[in-house]
């Protein structure tokens, strides 16, 4: 997943990784906890807060493609898989309250061997 897929005058553009995940931007906005306005609007979308929650989904997505071949798949995993020791919350959930660095260190142990 090439980073500069997902941007657009040098910020995440919600409308292209809405396309490269073949969804919309209402959806994109709902996964990372973001309302309509934050993906619609120009000057929302270059807000600290939605690039920054744009940035967290897609560094996950960019770590676990190669586990899964794709970024669909890596997409609905992000979506839909509980993670261990998380109380069953997905890797979106997690997100979505503030806990994207809980997801990467995830990530980065279960690469590093470590199981939750």
């Known amino acids: 997943m090439a980073l500069s897929r997902y941007a657009e005058n040098g910020v995440f553009s919600p409308a292209r990784i809405a396309g490269a995940l073949r969804t919309t931007r209402d959806e994109i ?31 996950i997505l960019n770590k676990v493609e190669p586990r899964f071949g794709s970024d669909l798949i890596a997409y609905a995993w992000y979506r839909s898989e509980p993670l261990p020791g998380f109380s069953g919350q997905t890797a979106m959930q997690l997100v979505r309250a503030g806990r994207a660095a809980d997801v990467l260190e995830y990530i ?4 590093a061997g470590v199981f939750a």
């Open 29 to 59: 906005g709902e996964t990372v906890g973001l309302g309509r306005d934050a993906v619609q609007r120009k000057d929302r979308i270059a807000s600290q807060k939605t690039q920054k929650r744009l940035r967290e989904m897609v560094e």
């Open 108 to 111: 980065d142990a279960v690469d």
